[in-house]
């Protein structure tokens, strides 16, 4: 996987739309539908669907549809946590081409946040299997799995320290003009002269 293969979160189906090239939508960690962003948003099959873009309307043209060879396969996957009586995925299939981005969205409790923890590793799947490059991520060590991906999680933990060892902790040897160039293309915050790039090295609780 790279930067421009991309999996999106979120309960806005209308807002992920307008980047998203698929949608597939869970509820209750069922797959209600899936398919191509444009074709699902003007035809949605389902009445979960219907009501999920009921919510905001979209009315904007974008130019659907990329092709390329799969670069993560979701196969057939279920998933429940061990205090768990009921599955919170059942059944769960995704492909996703290179270039490709695709959105994920669901109310509370659909399984998104448990599909994303399966993406990263953090849990197996119960059933079924996920593959990044052809690869099941069960063969593949933690640091291998997540070499290639980019998480934005919604809750945010820091570590103790300073702003900036909690920034290089998945890239320990970026300098910290690397990592204030990063911290401004993110939108974080601009950091230009000395004085700004010092406060990087600030303990958290004194800059967050």
């Known amino acids: 996987m790279c930067s421009s293969d991309l999996i999106y979160i979120t309960h806005d189906l209308a807002v992920v739309a307008q980047v998203a090239d698929r949608i597939m939508v869970l509820r209750h960690g069922d797959l209600v539908e899936e398919g191509n962003a444009r074709d699902l948003l003007d035809h949605p099959q389902q009445e979960y669907t219907r009501r999920l873009l009921a919510v905001r309307s979209l ?18 996957v279920s998933a429940r946590y061990p205090s768990a009586e009921q599955s919170v995925l059942n059944d769960v299939h995704v492909q996703v081409s290179k270039g490709q981005t695709v959105a994920v969205v669901g109310e509370s409790g659909s399984g998104k946040s448990t599909l994303a923890r399966l993406l ?35 809750e945010t933990r820091l570590f103790s320290g300073s702003l900036f060892e909690n920034l290089v902790a998945g890239q320990p040897h970026a300098s ?33």
């Open 59 to 76: 009315r904007e043209d974008k130019q659907m549809g990329s092709s390329g060879s799969t670069v993560l396969e979701v196969s057939g």
């Open 120 to 154: 990263q590793g953090f849990y197996l799947p119960s059933a079924g299997a996920i593959r990044v490059d052809g690869r099941d991520t069960r063969q593949l060590s933690a640091n291998e799995l997540r070499l290639g991906m980019g998480v934005v999680p919604q």
């Open 176 to 208: 910290l003009a690397e990592v204030a160039e990063a911290c401004g293309q993110a939108g974080i915050r601009e950091f230009r002269s000395e004085e700004h790039t010092s406060e990087l090295q600030s303990p958290c609780n004194l800059v967050c």
